[in-house]
């Protein structure tokens, strides 16, 4: 089954007097467990899309099924819900909470969803170690390195078990090295079974995904399985 | 419902963690709230003290005590026209007092001013009452040495006399005042009794404890013509005996005065209650402008919380949008926001709480009173309402923000 079906979404921003169509008629079926790069100039509506994916925004025109549920009119609230419930984001800027230990930040998801404090910590801890920062879980953002950051922030996302993980240019703001560390964890954790989208600029990160979808002008210009994909060397 | 109580944990621990990372800031912000919490627990405990005063000198001068009197206390009517009518004299005290059967004791009472002197200490204008034996029993006094004048003090016009604790104190220091001899204007009486403390400085002068007590008689052999006009007073047999009471006493000066049945009352008969009356009202004043100046200063403290407020939503916007894109729904935020309005005032409230505390006891010097734990209750219900009612708006804007724009804030 699609875990997501959209169908003609369109969003159109007001500036001034003049209509931006920043996605314009985008239809897209991704499956559970599929792993799925967004390509495209700057501009070409990549960020649009993932927020309508994650629940962050609403689309103008069209219909957005996610688990079978339509989500396009859903009210706010709701909205919350099925972001705290079903969908994991991981930002280029870590978007971490500075003042909050890693342990805080990956905790707080969980204490939206009125999970009780043994149960969160547990889950926490366990996320942590998954992407092996169980021994920084008392340090603050500031106290961590931006390999380390983006890592909690893919903790954060995954606590939950979410149905899909959205990385907006993770790797944005790492260097190589740490870029592709960052790359290997997301093939773990495509290999445990998630559902894994992500924008990128570069052709190298998109090719750890099995499926590459290129926008443009805010239509979608090529889907297309990648015959190669990159499968990060294991061990670390 | 355990939702709601991990949320506002949640908000609780943001709060404090927001304040300690702002710490001048928060200071300064507090302090608008600090001192409007001061200020209306000082007014609550000052309009407490001055209630309190107030009840202990009313039943000091006795409860259920009516004083016929040439002068209407609260009246209208013209003073000089109260002047013009006859006095109220010893002949009409004594044919009164004949005919009355309902009151429990009724004496006569006439005030006048000297200088007490014992020794070298003196108490310049001491208001002293010439009165009969049996006034002591239309008070409540406690004598704290001897006893009041005897029947054949009272009506042999002796010289003696009974002091209210201060002047005594005064007179005194150390010494034991009883069988001592001292002068008032010059005059030699010995002191027979002295009344404990009995109450109240809001009466001032009228305070039993300011008072000299000495024989009507002697009163009108050295200091006042027979003539002179007196003050009855008439106890009633108990409260509710009151009306019953003044209704026989108006009768009887209307025939002791010799009052046609179509003249007008040319004496009155005053009563505490117009007393209490006029204390409600002019208090009732007091207490207005003690309220809206106390509310004015809460007003400017709420708004500086407000202002704060603003500027704290405005800095975290990104955190905002942090949150929301993890699943923080509108009330949660809400709630976070207004929960720490209402720390930082509940902060402010209980320290100026303690500030109260602190400066009622300076109050206490003056007017005896304390902080009351209703205050205390007051103090914190208002500062913690005055943050939700500050934070609402700026919690409102917080809730209400799109979270692509706020994860886009820089
Ligand atoms: N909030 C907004 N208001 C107006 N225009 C917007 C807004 N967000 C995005 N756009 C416009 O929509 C288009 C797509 O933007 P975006 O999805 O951010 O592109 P990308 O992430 O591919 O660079 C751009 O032309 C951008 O200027
Ligand atoms: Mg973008």
Redesign the pocket.
Known sequence: MNIINLENITKI?Q?GSEE?H?LDGVSLKIDRNEYVAIM?P????????MNILGCLDTPTEGKYDLKGTDVSDMSDNALAEVRNREIGFVFQTFNLLPRATSFHNVELPLIYAGIPAARRHEMAEVALSSVGLKDRMLHKPSELSGGQRQRVAVARALVIGPSIILADEPTGNLDSKTGEDIMTLFHEIYEQGNTIIL?THEEYIANHAKRVIR?LD?KVESDKQVANHTVPARGK | MRHHLFEWKEGLLIALNAIRANKARSILTTLGIVIGICSVALMATAINGIDKAFVEGISSLGADNLHIDKYAWFSNEDFFLMRNRKNVTMDQFERFKKLAKLPLAVAPTILTVHKVLFGDNYVEGTLMTGTTDEYVRTTNFNFGRGRFFSPVESNGARNVAVLGSEVAAHLFEKQDPLAKTVKIDGIPFRVIGVLDKQGSTLLGNFNPDNQVYIPIGTVFKYFRRNRDTVTIVVRAPSTEMINATKEEALGLMRRVRGLMYDEKDDFAINQQEGLTENYNQVVGVIKLVGLFITGLSLLVGAIGIMNIMFVSVKERTREIGIRKAIGAKKRTIMGQFLTEAAVICLIGGLVGLLLAIGLSMIINKFLPTSVQMNTVILAITISLLTGIVSGLAPAWTAAKMDP??ALRYE
């Open positions: 921003y500036v931006v920043a495209g700057s501009g070409s509506g990549k960020s649009t899309l924008v926008l805010g | 692509v724009e």
